[in-house]
């Protein structure tokens, strides 16, 4: 029976009064990818330390395949890979000595070579590390994550410094590992990353994971329906009736005007139907597109709500 790569259970973490993690509990299981979303100060970070055994528990257990990692780090870090924004290099060795080292400590013997081929790093094998950019030791950190073909990828915000097509390249090679079976844990401020790339979402908000979804689910329970766009003859604050035509659609959230350009929030079928009929009849209506309601945006519903009903709490 497989053993589930990540089981978090009842975490919690206090420094002094402070409560950064308040009896998490979570389960990621073998080839999924995971996104794992919150505003600064969430918890996300502690999370992680959690369970790469930087930090100690105060109570719960973090456990990675099965082995608790206060007790067993060394025996689960062989079999994880890890990407952070603030990876720790060193200046003076080469992309290549870094991913021999690296081989060396995992008992690896693919050539480092190939990885720095992947990430495309091959003209900067015997470079000095402290001369790269930071996309460029971004792309170094995930190909030392890739050493020794690791069964779970934790990744930090991994596209912090990469250009569009490094996030391209980054996207491709994560998604290739997950169809091959690798678990991914993915925390990202980077929110259509982890739409492009992640089964299942969890919110964390002042220590606690408070939704857990897949993204689609995600969306489905939240007010953001969908986003209508129509494409105007003429500039839309020249026009007469965009505003005032969907301001008394229930369900219509918001409207936004940018040049020939208005956009519409709809939280409901029958506001999305409504609207449509209503601007349909301008004639200055030339195009429409319609699209479901982003990661992003639905990730700002959640943080609004939760924002809002700790200000209620504390009005009490």
């Known amino acids: 029976m497989p053993v589930t790569p990540i ?8 420094y002094g009064e402070v409560v ?9 299981e073998r080839g999924e990818a995971f996104g794992f979303l919150g505003p600064n100060g969430a918890g996300k970070s502690t999370t992680i330390h959690a369970l790469l055994g930087i930090v100690d528990p105060t109570a719960g257990t973090a456990k990675l395949f099965g082995h608790d990692v206060t007790k067993n780090a060394k025996r689960v870090r062989e079999r994880v890979g890890v990407v952070s924004e603030g990876s720790t290099l060193y200046d003076r060795l080469t992309a290549r000595e870094h991913l021999a080292l690296t081989a060396r400590m995992k008992g690896s013997e693919r050539d480092p070579a190939q990885l720095l081929k992947l990430v495309g790093l091959s003209d900067a094998a015997d470079r000095p590390v402290g001369e790269f950019s930071k996309g460029m ?8 994550a890739l050493v020794g073909e690791p069964d779970l990828l934790i990744l930090d915000e991994p596209t912090s410094g990469l250009d569009p ?19 991914v844990f993915f925390s990202s401020h980077v929110l259509s990353e982890v739409e492009a790339i992640c089964d299942r979402v969890g919110v964390m908000r002042d220590g606690a994971l408070t939704t857990v979804e897949t993204v689609t689910g995600l969306r489905k329970t939240q007010p953001a ?3 209508i766009g129509f494409e105007l003859s003429r500039d839309g604050a020249t026009v007469d009736g965009p505003e005032r035509i969907v ?70």
């Open 247 to 316: 301001n008394d659609v229930d369900g219509a959230r918001s409207v936004a005007i940018e040049g020939q350009r208005v956009t519409v929030d709809v939280a409901s079928k029958a506001a999305k139907i409504e609207v449509l009929r209503r601007m349909l009849e301008l004639e200055w209506v030339v195009d429409v597109d319609i699209h479901t309601a982003s990661l992003q945006s639905v990730f700002q519903d959640i943080s609004t709500a939760d924002s809002n009903e700790a200000i209620a709490e504390a009005s009490r």
């Open 137 to 144: 030791i971004q792309r170094l950190s995930l190909a030392i």
């Open 165 to 183: 097509n490094g996030i391209e390249l980054f996207r491709n090679i994560v998604r290739r590992r997950v169809s091959n079976g690798t678990t």
């Open 20 to 28: 950064a993690l308040d009896g998490v509990d979570l389960t990621v």
């Open 7 to 14: 089981e978090i259970s009842g975490l919690t973490k206090r």
């Open 225 to 227: 329906n969908a986003s």
